[in-house]
Nanobody
């Protein structure tokens, strides 16, 4: 599985961005999918996750993004999205998408994910 993120960029505080994660080489419809982010010198942290159709598309969010970010997936396009609203300077990070082979739920632990994208930079100016 190859994952490619897009949609990052430079925005102002309060703006919105839509990140996309397109999977290729193999369908990820049976995989839990997730978003993580990482700042320089810090550990990668969980942002949001979404389960498979068989798990009713269950979602999970980090407390810091609840109510502002929405994760979704389009299985027909082998794609996951992260709609980010009301962005804050603290959201500035490199955002990574990931696929958890063998997990159908909304998994939050980095070690549960098998495949990772290369990341997309989100910069929020105050």
């Amino acid at each position: 599985v190859q994952l490619v993120e897009s949609g990052g960029g430079l925005v102002q505080t309060g703006d919105s961005l839509l990140l996309s994660c397109v999977a290729s080489r193999e369908s990820v419809n049976s995989y839990g999918l997730g978003w993580f982010r990482q700042a320089p010198g810090k550990r990668r942290e969980f942002v949001a996750a979404i389960g498979t159709t068989w798990a009713d598309g269950v979602t999970a969010y980090a407390d810091s993004v609840k109510g502002r970010f929405t994760v979704s997936r389009d299985n027909s396009k082998n794609t996951m999205y992260l709609q980010m609203n009301n962005l804050k300077p603290g959201d500035e990070d490199v955002y990574y998408c990931a696929a958890a082979q063998g997990y159908e739920g909304a998994v939050k632990m980095e070690w549960q994910y098998t495949y990772w994208g290369q990341g997309t930079q989100v910069t929020v100016s105050s």
